[in-house]
């Protein structure tokens, strides 16, 4: 706070033509404080009261945040500027804290933070990640040399689900997780996985952020061990062994669906295999309830480059999608995002020539499309129902309630002051 006689001095200075940093180094003081004092924005002998000039907008600011709770705090400061707020930003930003304007958000809170470390869980309730590579698929698979299998096992449970990738890139390892995932009927809290490159650094085992994305939107947090104790546990030796014996079962004339349904049959009928998980008295642990998926898998984006056969038509995923004839054995691309229903088939250049909607996995379907319409634009997505606004969508407008507290406080003014008088105020604010 300026002393009367430095206020006089800078006054007499300013009058003399010197600048505000001229003045601020002489005095030693900051130059934002002495443009206030000069201003008359601050008034000598008078202590700022952002705190109680802040209440008159908190009801305001509670009822924005309570509309939208990942409104950020510049637009809401910018709001409350334009209804006569005075003070700073950190002013500002710091009452938000103090008063705890900004109520919890539930989805974010049950969330890890983002670089994917883990947060403590009870015995036992852990998923754990592994993946097995199966020589010599069916040519129609399209899996080239070696078959993908992704396994999850529920360690609490005893459970375990098997699903088949083409690779083992990051758009099909979140496809098959979340497959595994809509198997099993939802997720326990605490993933495990090997060093496996896309999903931890294996020099220092830390979650890579691509996947701590994908962990943050399915609520757990991921782990990545440097040993998981025995490698050679029984129970998991086990559960390899049959899934190599049930890979010499499956022939080269044997359909994708049919292979994968009798991996579903060989998983549930060793259900249970696992010893059950012990509390601290020694007794059986009771399984927790599974947390609950997002409606839609994450939307990661699979690209893979195929070449239409001589019928104009293109394999992916165990099915047959049509593009215009004279484009036979032309290379192509197929993207497909996990969350949508729909793929589309481009050329190498990037040029959409056809959509289809998307056949179940090894469905031995041919799907045939209309025209086969170039798609130039993919169609707005409709929001999902009841989903909490995120950082990077559109801001939700004030409501009606907002709008009211905000024309109640336009009349509220500030009467000028002399740089010898303090202001008038308005009398205390409403009680909180």
């Known amino acids: 706070m300026f002393a009367r006689e430095e206020y006089l001095e800078a006054r007499a200075l300013r009058c003399q033509g010197w600048s505000i940093s001229a003045i601020a180094r002489h005095l030693g003081r900051d130059r934002k404080t002495v443009r206030s004092y000069l201003s008359g924005e601050r008034f000598v002998g008078v202590r700022g009261s952002g705190k109680v000039e802040f209440l008159w907008f908190l009801p305001y600011c509670r009822q924005r945040l309570a509309d939208d709770a990942h409104l950020p705090a510049t637009v809401l400061f910018n709001e409350i ?18 008063h705890q304007v900004r109520p919890p958000c539930e989805r974010c809170h049950r969330h890890p933070p983002r670089d994917g470390t883990a947060t403590p869980h009870s015995a036992g309730e852990e998923l754990r990640f592994d993946w097995l590579r199966l020589p010599d698929p069916p040519a129609e698979w399209g899996c080239g040399s070696h078959a993908h299998l992704l396994t999850g096992s529920l360690t609490h449970a005893g459970r375990w689900r098997g699903a088949l990738a083409e690779n083992e890139e990051f758009p099909q390892l979140v496809e098959a997780v979340d497959r595994l995932l809509r198997q099993l009927g939802g997720t326990c809290g605490l993933w495990r996985f090997d060093r496996t490159p896309l999903v931890c650094c294996p020099a220092t085992g830390r979650v890579t952020s691509r996947f701590a994305d994908v962990a943050k939107y399915y609520g757990v947090s991921v782990e990545c061990p440097p040993d998981r104790g025995d490698p050679n546990d029984s129970v998991d030796e086990a559960r390899r062994s049959a899934v190599h014996d049930w890979w010499h079962t499956v022939g080269d004339d044997t359909r994708l669906q049919a292979a994968l349904d009798s991996l579903d049959r ?48 293109v394999s992916f995923r165990g099915n047959l999608y049509a593009i215009p004839p004279n484009l036979s054995g032309a290379v192509v691309e197929v993207r497909w995002r996990l969350d949508e229903p729909y793929l589309s088939i481009a050329t190498r250049r990037g040029a959409v020539i056809a959509r289809h909607a998307l056949a179940p996995w090894g469905a031995g379907l041919t799907v045939t499309g209309p025209g086969h319409d170039i798609v130039l634009e993919r169609p707005t997505r409709a929001a999902r129902a009841g989903a909490t606004p995120r950082k990077g969508n559109a801001h939700r407008p004030p409501s009606p309630a907002a709008l009211a507290i905000a024309a109640a406080l336009r009349p509220v003014t500030r009467a000028s002051a002399t740089p010898h008088q303090s202001p008038t105020r308005p009398p205390a604010p409403p009680p909180v």
């Not at 500027?81 to 103090?98: K, M």
């Open 81 to 98: 500027v334009g209804l006569g707020y005075a003070g700073s930003y950190p002013t500002f930003t710091r009452a938000l804290r103090n």
């Open 266 to 313: 060989l998983a549930v009928s060793m259900d249970g295999s696992r010893p059950k998980a012990r509390d601290t008295t020694g007794a059986p642990a009771r399984p927790k309830r599974p947390l609950d998926l997002p409606t839609t898998p994450y939307p990661a984006r699979v690209c893979v480059i195929r070449t239409a056969n001589a019928e104009g038509l």
